[in-house]
């Protein structure tokens, strides 16, 4: 999951730490998964990111975890952004 990160693979990142919180729900893991979520939200805003398909599964790895953190990523910011932008985020 580090590795993925710091290779800027945020994706397959945020996918690594959320097994990892599922596991084991230490903090780590979530500022791990919170990261790589918006790394791959950064990639998207930039037009680096392909399609809303990856943004979509994000969104729903961000909704298994129990952080009062998420609602706010997900409706304030991402789903905000998606609308202006017309792109389909559930």
Known sequence: ANDCYKMG?????CKAFD????????????????GAAI?????????????????????NLLRTSNNPQVEYMINRVMKKWAKENRVKLE
């Open 19 to 34: 097994v990892l919180e599922r596991l084991d729900p230490d903090p780590e893991f979530w500022e791990g998964k919170r």
């Open 39 to 59: 790394g791959v939200f950064q990639r998207c805003v930039a037009g680096k990111e392909s399609g809303s398909d990856k943004l979509q599964e994000v969104v």
């Open 9 to 13: 693979y945020f994706y397959y990142a």
